[in-house]
């Protein structure tokens, strides 16, 4: 099968208002892995990290059952898989070999995403440590101005961050400030994380259509192109990052079902990563407003 016929989803018209799916493993069989999994949740889609947080020397691309997995995907009807970027890549960094190992990082990353024919990689924006966001911002554009060549065959979405530690990317206002300053801003996208948009002090759960509004006034929303959806162990406004599963945290099922439904959203990825083996109920939860 030649490289470029293979379609990485199942034909458009088919596609399902919801893609909704989770934070799944590539153990051992990569893609193959990946997808099984899904399939168990009764899922549509799926986030993978294509290398440990931990470091060390990736597994080659070439090794993730690629053709396999794009067939049973298309089998399936499973949509738009994600690759979520790994944690140890900061483009804020003022540590010139940081900066420099996260460059090299993404920049391969592209191209193992693009082998794979998937469509969005996901990344957090950076951490200042201590440098302040002002340094940070313009650091991360310069970053991503050195790796994209307008070529790219994929989206790079920014994720959206809690406030956390010296995270930059919390609010919308930063997420548009990075974008405004880099060059190809037709490969950026936006990653939305319920539990970080809550823990930031974004009342999603009351006043969602006014994120909505804000985030059209500030980003447009034609550049969300994924979402994370987990609930949070801390409260409103906590600047921690803490998920929780769904139902069990401070946003609770009925609002992250309102935003799993809610028409903004149709289409497009949502993922959950929330803690440890519920992913099949809380999806199913999630999907059927009659089980509680
Ligand atoms: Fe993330
Ligand atoms: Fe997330
Ligand atoms: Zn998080």
Redo the contacts with the bound molecule.
Sequence with gaps: MSEETLPAQATESTRPEIVLGANVSIAKTGLLAAIQETLNYNANTYMIYTRSNRGGKARPISEFHREEGLVLMHEHGIFDPVVHLSYLVNLASPKQDTWEYGISILSEEIQRVEYLGFQTIVFHPGSHVGQGEDYAIPRIAEALNGILSGEEKITLCL?TMAGDGSKVGNSLEQIADIIARVEHQEKLGVCM?TC?NYSFGYDIVNHFDEFLEKFDQTIGLDRLKCA?I?DSKTPFGSHRDRHANIGEGSIGLEALRHIVHHPVLRGIPQIL?TPGGKYKSEISLLLNPELQ
Excluded: F, S, T, V
């Design positions: 994720e994380d970080h994370h987990n990563e």
